[in-house]
């Protein structure tokens, strides 16, 4: 079946470190979206990238989609300690499947 | 506006029981999924509905089962409870299934 998986699994940063987050799908994507998810939270939609190449940036977050569609990336600068939780990419597949990757869990010490 | 509501937030059940799950999207939102979490892993992928017709359905024996009201609200049943069905249950809405999801706090399902 279609997967979608992240590296690295956890990641343990100092304040003000850079973080990035990578996802690879085993199956072109028509579009990806990444999520966060707080500890004992829900996740929180971030962003929706849909074409080849696309890079998109919200404020310290960067995000990037495969040329081939089937991988992507997020990447944070400056690291807060409010950065901390888990961030999904989920990538659609043409059915309008959404598919969870398996998450990078970000800590940050301060 | 509110967001997107389930109920209940916590449920306990024992082996071989029915359970069912509500959602009620955001105003306007016609498209209604459900996730299985369990702790430490990524959502899975249940159902998808659009406008009341099922339109995905993910790796899930023939026990779970969902559907989709008039006004858009959803139910998710899960029949003959196992230990392993444990987990938070997610509903997400959206406009239509090309646009992000609103996800709700979610039914921590315990089953004992």
């Known amino acids: 079946g279609q997967q979608v998986m992240q590296i690295p699994q956890y990641q343990h940063v100092q304040e003000g470190e850079d973080f990035t987050t990578y996802c690879n799908s085993s199956?072109?994507?028509?579009?990806i979206q990444w999520y966060k998810q707080r500890p004992g939270g829900h996740p929180v939609f971030l962003i929706q990238?849909?074409?080849?190449?696309e890079v998109k940036k919200q404020k310290r977050l960067t995000f990037q989609f495969g040329e081939a569609k089937k991988n992507s990336s997020l990447h944070i600068t400056a690291t807060q300690t409010t950065d901390v939780g888990t961030y999904f990419c989920a990538g659609r597949l043409e059915t309008d499947k959404l598919i969870f990757g398996t998450g990078t869990r970000l800590q940050v010490f301060p | 506006d509110a967001g997107v509501t389930q109920s209940p937030t916590h449920l306990i059940k024992t082996r071989g029981q029915h359970v069912t799950l509500r959602c009620s999207p955001i105003s306007g939102h016609k498209s209604v999924s459900w996730y299985q979490q369990v702790l430490g892993q990524g959502p899975q992928f249940i159902f998808q509905?659009?406008?009341?017709?099922?339109?995905g359905r993910g790796n899930f024996p023939d026990r779970f089962s969902a559907r989709q009201f008039p006004n858009y609200s959803s139910e998710l049943n899960v029949n003959a409870l196992l230990l392993g069905d444990s987990a938070l249950y997610l509903c997400?809405?959206?406009?239509?299934?090309?646009?992000?999801?609103?996800f709700g706090s979610g039914t921590r399902l315990t089953v004992v």
């Open positions: 997400a809405s959206s406009l239509h299934g090309g646009y992000g999801y609103t």
């Open positions: 509905y659009y406008e009341k017709e099922e339109r």
């Open positions: 990238l849909v074409k080849s190449g």
């Open positions: 199956t072109t994507l028509s579009n």
